[in-house]
T-cell receptor
Framework: DQQVKQNSPSLSVQEGRISILNCDYT??????FLWYKKYPAEGPTFLIS?????DKNEDGRFTVFLNKSAKHLSLHIVPSQPGDSAVYFC?????????????FGTGTRLKVLA | GAGVSQTPSNKVTEKGKYVELRCDPISGHTALYWYRQSLGQGPEFLIY????????DSGLPNDRFFAVRPEGSVSTLKIQRTERGDSAVYLC????????????FGEGSRLTVL
């Protein structure tokens, strides 16, 4: 049962353009969502998060949008840079119920073309 | 070093053997997680420690898997009677507080069971 889904395994974007990575979830108890970035042979690194009480969180070039009714979140990267090329994972947890088990999606490989 | 350290970085073993994987978290971090990542998949939750105790071990696939954190710092993931399906990258992460999602991952231990 895949509770967190990233349906696009890969995405290619031109440098300077917007990258949009999508994530869907099924568990309505999830109340905290995160994006992680992973380079080859390295562990994932935290990028940005959002609580379910918000619908948007912005940090520099990265913005995460949350649509609770659709159980959907997206990560926008503007402008995209070649160094953004990596695998991006979304993750979710049900913090208010005391569950700190973060469930990850299968990842989307982003390639930013120079 | 300042980050999460995992040893060994690579382990090749034969089916049926016993394996131990070690994680040295960031100093002072009370929360420690073990995840497993197979090829083309996202990190799969195994177990989460808060201090010395396993707060959530619901992700351990069966009783061949066991993890300890006796002094609330270093953790060891133990796999008995290894099977070929156990081959994966085992990721450890730590966090100063479990409820922010900012997990700091190590580079992982790649386990290959022949």
């Amino acid at each position: 049962d895949q509770q967190v889904k990233q349906n696009s395994p890969s995405l290619s974007v031109q440098e300077g353009r917007i990258s949009i990575l999508n994530c869907d979830y099924t568990n309505s108890m999830f109340d905290y969502f995160l994006w992680y970035k992973k380079y080859p042979a390295e562990g994932p690194t935290f990028l940005i998060s959002i609580s379910s009480i918000k619908d948007k969180n912005e940090d520099g070039r990265f913005t995460v949008f949350l649509n609770k009714s659709a159980k959907h979140l997206s990560l926008h990267i503007v402008p995209s840079q070649p160094g953004d090329s990596a695998v991006y994972f979304c993750a979710a947890s049900a913090i208010t119920s005391g569950t700190y088990k973060y469930i990850f999606g299968t990842g989307t490989r982003l390639k930013v073309l120079a | 070093g300042a980050g999460v350290s995992q040893t060994p970085s690579n382990k090749v073993t034969e089916k049926g053997k016993y394996v131990e994987l070690r994680c040295d978290p960031i100093s002072g971090h009370t929360a420690l997680y073990w995840y497993r990542q197979s090829l083309g998949q996202g990190p799969e939750f195994l177990i989460y420690f808060q201090g010395t105790g396993a707060a959530d071990d619901s992700g351990l696939p069966n009783d061949r898997f066991f993890a300890v954190r006796p002094e609330g710092s270093v953790s060891t993931l133990k796999i008995q009677r290894t099977e070929r399906g156990d081959s994966a990258v085992y990721l450890c992460a730590s966090s100063g507080t479990a409820n922010t999602g900012e997990l700091f991952f190590g580079e992982g231990s790649r386990l290959t069971v022949l």
